[in-house]
């Protein structure tokens, strides 16, 4: 049976709503929208993706209920908090869907979803039909904080912050160190820099909250890249521009 491409609506204010867009331009979703509100009262399909500030997250999904329709399916990104958490903010938790959604979601080639304890059959089924209209598959996984794959990303990128602040080697040396020993196609803090730092940050902080073990606890340094606003490549600042200020200004104090 040939799937109907459906009315999307993108709620969000990052790179992943931007990433989530341009691949359905790609794939002619013609009536995809992002931040538009006229067009979210006729969205089939509401794909929202705040991964950061609660409040922020409470205030799309407000937008949702009282401007789109009360029938649209929502895709949720949950990377801080669980499907089910994020459902019981609306006013019917049945329609939300959970997935993960980094910077770069656009270009992965597999998203995680996760329902949430309210959600029912028909939008679990509409949100996988669409996405695998959008050239994705499918995995589908727990409702936990973080899912799978930025679970355990994240985990990886910490414990390269944590060498880089300890002083251990240099950002280019703990990359090439990861790429050369494991194989990955990108080093940690590289990889970190393309997710987004404050995504990172986000399924860390979530981990921590919800479950209080020590091994999810985000690297100081990490926290303060976040209030600093350097993110990774959607802010053109990051781990290594952090590291090459921090040779600066130990240069300029020795010349003092």
């Given at each position: 049976?040939?799937?109907?491409?459906?009315?999307?609506?993108?709620?969000?204010?990052?790179?992943?709503?931007?990433?989530?867009?341009?691949?359905?331009?790609?794939?002619?979703?013609?009536?995809?929208?992002?931040?538009?509100?006229?067009?979210?009262?006729h969205a089939?399909?509401?794909?929202?993706t705040e991964n950061l500030e609660r409040h922020e997250k409470i205030n799309n999904l407000k937008r949702i209920d009282g401007l789109g329709s009360q029938g649209a399916t929502i895709l949720s990104s949950t990377l801080q908090w669980t499907a089910t958490e994020v459902a019981s903010w609306l006013t019917h938790p049945e329609r939300l869907v959970g997935f993960g959604a980094f910077a770069d979601v656009g270009q992965s080639q597999l998203i995680e979803i996760a329902p949430g304890l309210q959600t029912e059959p028909q939008h679990l089924q509409l949100a996988k039909d669409q996405l695998k209209l959008m050239g994705k598959e499918i995995e589908m996984v727990e409702d936990e904080a973080g899912l799978v794959y930025p679970r355990i990303l994240s985990l990886i990128i910490n414990e390269a912050i944590f060498a880089l602040?300890?002083?251990?080697?240099?950002?280019?040396?703990?990359?090439?160190?990861?790429?050369?020993?494991?194989?990955?196609?990108?080093?940690?803090?590289?990889?970190?820099?393309?997710?987004?730092?404050?995504n990172v940050y986000a399924v860390l902080n979530g981990l921590y909250r919800q479950l209080g073990e020590e091994r999810y606890r985000p690297a100081s340094l990490l926290r303060k890249l976040v209030y600093a606003g350097w993110t990774g490549r959607a802010s053109g600042k990051g781990l290594y521009y952090y590291e090459q200020q921090r040779l600066n200004h130990s240069s300029n104090y020795q010349n003092v």
């Open positions: 049976m040939i799937m109907p491409q459906l009315n999307i609506s993108i709620i969000g204010r990052n790179q992943a709503a931007e990433s989530i867009f341009t691949l359905l331009k790609h794939n002619y979703f013609e009536s995809a929208s992002l931040n538009n509100d006229s067009q979210l009262a089939e399909l509401i794909i929202e602040a300890e002083g251990t080697a240099s950002a280019e040396d703990i990359d090439n160190a990861m790429k050369k020993g494991t194989n990955y196609p990108d080093g940690p803090l590289e990889w970190a820099e393309k997710v987004g730092i404050d």
